[in-house]
C-alpha cells in the first residue's frame, strides 16, 4: 500500500509487527494478470510468467500476462526494493490499542509510543488487530453496530499442508498438477529448483469464527503420513515431494467476506476483509486490488480538497464507495475459489459428478473463458500513468474498448446442453449459478 500511498502524494506509515520487513519464508504466492499488470504499474515487474500449460498459455493470449509462481520472501523483497522511498515503513510496530475520534485516530504500540494520523487501514490478514478495535470501538459507542453474526463471517471448513521441495527426478519444470480425490485434494506447481506443493483437507466438522483450529510441525507430519502412497499424477506419489521437503506448514483455510470493512476512520483491506481458500491462488491478487481501489479513491477525494484534509464524514463516504465497488467482485471470486475447493475435494454428490464427468469435457477455451471473466475486472491505479505494453485479445473492463473475447459464449452454451440431459433442472440451477454468478 506504501506504493500506490506515495505516488498519490499521502503521507503515512506503514506498521509492520515483525522486526525484518523481508525474511525468509517458504511458501509462494501466485500472481494472475490483474496482479501483474498492477505490478508492472508500480515499477515491479517485467518478467516472464512460470507456469506453462494450454490453460495458462491462453490467458496469456487473452491478457498479455501470464501466471507467476514466486516465493513470498523474494515477492516481498522485490516490493520493498522498488519503494519510491522505505522511510514510510517501521518494522517490531505490534499494535496495541486504536483510539478513534472525530478529529483522528491514535494508533498506541507496544513499546509505549503512539502514532497519530487520520485514517487506519487494517491490511493485516484474517487475525486482524484493526479489524478487532474497529469492532470493540464501534460497539462501545453505538451497541449492536457490528453484530455477533457479522463477527463470525468467517469459517474453516478446509486446511490446508503446504511446503516445497526440491523437484523429484521425475518432475516436469513449468508443469501445474491439480489432483482431484475424496475429502482431499493435491496442487503441485513445479519450477526448476523447487516444487510448491499443496494439499487441501476437508476437516470433519467446520468452525465459525473465532473457533479455528491450531497446528504444529508434529500435526503436520502426522497429516502428511495419511497421503504418502497418493498419486499426485502418473509418475509421482505424495510420498517422493515429501521426501524431498525442505519446508512445511499445516494452517487452517478461513473462508468469508465480511459486510462491513469499515467504520468512522478505519477500513480493511485484504484478507482481514475478505478471506478466501486458496486453491486458485485469487487471494493475494484480491488484497491488491482492494489496496488499489482504497487508494484510488483516497487520491480522488484529496485532490477535490483545497486544504488536503477530509473529515470524518468526507473519509467515511471514500471508505463506503471503495466497499460498494469492491463487494461484487470479491463476492464472485471468493464463491468461485471456495466452489473450486469443493469439486476438487468431491464434497458431495454434485461436486464429484462435476469433478469426474464434467470438468473432463470442458474444453481449454471453456475454462479460460471462465478465468478471463474474473481476470478482466481487475483493478490498476487511476492516478498513475500506465502504458499497456502487453496486449491480448480480452480488454480490461477499465478500458474503454470493446471486450473482444466472443467465443466464451458459444462454448458455454456447448457445455450447458450437455449438463441438461446429464443433470436435470435441479442440479443444473445450481451449477449455473456457480458458473455464471461466480
Known sequence: MSHCLQRAGIDHVVLERRNTIV?????????????????????????????????FRQIIERHGYGFLVIDREKLMRIIYDHLPSQSYVRGGCSV???????????????????????????????????????????????????????QQTLNT?????????????????????????????????????????????????ARRWPDRPKYNSHDAELEASKY???????????????????????TPLEEGVFKQWHWGRIALVGDSAHKMTPNLAFGANSAMESVAALSNGLNRALKNQSDSTLSREQISMVFQDYQEKRMGRVTKVHDFTGGFTRVSAWDGLLNKFMALWVLPIASHEFVGDKFSRLIRGGVKLDYVPYKESRSGSVHWDDESRENAGGKGKLTSVTLVSVLVVCLGLGALIRWLFWIFMS
Open 96 to 150: 496495541v490499542h486504536i483510539d478513534e475520534d472525530k478529529t483522528g485516530v491514535k494508533v498506541h504500540l507496544e513499546d509505549g509510543s503512539v502514532e497519530v494520523g487520520d485514517i487506519v487501514v487494517g491490511a493485516d490478514g484474517v487475525n486482524s488487530v484493526v479489524r478487532r478495535a474497529m469492532w470493540t470501538i464501534a460497539n462501545d459507542r453505538s451497541p449492536g453496530t457490528f453484530s455477533e453474526k457479522e
Open 228 to 250: 504418502m502412497a497418493c498419486r499426485i499424477n502418473e509418475k509421482l506419489t505424495f510420498g517422493d515431494l515429501w521426501s524431498n521437503k525442505l519446508w512445511f506448514y499445516l
Open 23 to 55: 525474511r525468509p519464508n517458504g511458501a509462494s504466492i501466485n500472481l494472475w494478470p490483474q496482479g501483474l499488470r498492477l505490478m508492472e504499474q508500480l515499477g515491479c515487474f517485467s518478467g516472464t510468467p512460470t507456469v506453462v500449460s494450454p490453460l
Open 157 to 205: 471448513t478446509y486446511k490446508c499442508l503446504f511446503g516445497t521441495c526440491t523437484p523429484p527426478a521425475r518432475s516436469v519444470s513449468g508443469e501445474m498438477t491439480q489432483t482431484h480425490n475424496d475429502r482431499f485434494s493435491f496442487l503441485t506447481l513445479t519450477q526448476p529448483t523447487r516444487v510448491y506443493f499443496f494439499v487441501f483437507i476437508k476437516l470433519p466438522k
